[in-house]
């Protein structure tokens, strides 16, 4: 029997409060050197490696923006946590699949939001890098795809991450906006 050695791996509040949020949208924003993405590209590779049957999607709006951002963050922290050796990596389709588990991972650009339909049985995660590259219609076509079966307790997230963005955009007028009203 082969004996794993068990790394701490540093996180911060804002991976805490990701964890923990049981929100169906998760919005984080702050600037440069925040944390944001490191802990959403954290609690990513949590879920994935620690839950079962769930489909995560990645996005930016164009794929080499997502290859140098979050794609780059997630495949570089699986291989400095020693996780990495325990996935199929499909490099020609950018999905990560953990088979044990029946999970799948998949990073796309999107062009245009019919992309987000074509990954059949629905969505578990969803993370939105720089959501404020995306249009509302996005961010709708993928809201209609977090429809992945769930056990009790459980839900279907999407989460997003951008900078503070101008007032007047969709981010904004839309969805904080909205957000704020509900709670």
């Not at 029997?1 to 996180?11: D, K, S």
Request: net charge positive; glycine share 6%.
């Amino acid at each position: 029997m082969t004996q794993e050695i068990v790394r701490q791996v540093g996180f911060t509040d804002v991976f805490l409060r990701n964890r923990n949020s049981k929100a169906r949208t998760v919005v984080n924003v702050g600037g440069s050197g925040s944390s944001k993405s490191h802990s959403i590209a954290q609690l990513m590779i949590e879920k994935f490696m620690s839950e079962q049957d769930k489909q995560f999607v990645v996005a930016r709006k164009t794929m080499p923006a997502l290859r140098r951002s979050a794609y780059a963050l997630i495949v570089g922290l699986m291989e400095e946590y020693g996780l990495y050796k325990y996935v199929d990596h499909n490099k020609t389709d950018n999905v990560l699949i953990l088979p044990q588990n029946k999970n799948s991972m998949w990073f796309m650009g999107l062009d245009e939001p019919s992309k987000a339909k074509s990954i059949a049985g629905g969505l578990s995660y969803i993370w939105l890098e720089e959501a404020d590259e995306f249009t509302f219609e996005d961010y709708l076509a993928f809201t209609l795809q977090l429809r992945r079966p769930v056990k009790q307790g459980e839900v279907n997230q999407i989460f997003l991450t951008f900078n503070p963005v101008d007032g007047n955009g969709w981010l904004a007028t839309k969805l904080c906006r909205e957000m704020k009203e509900v709670r």
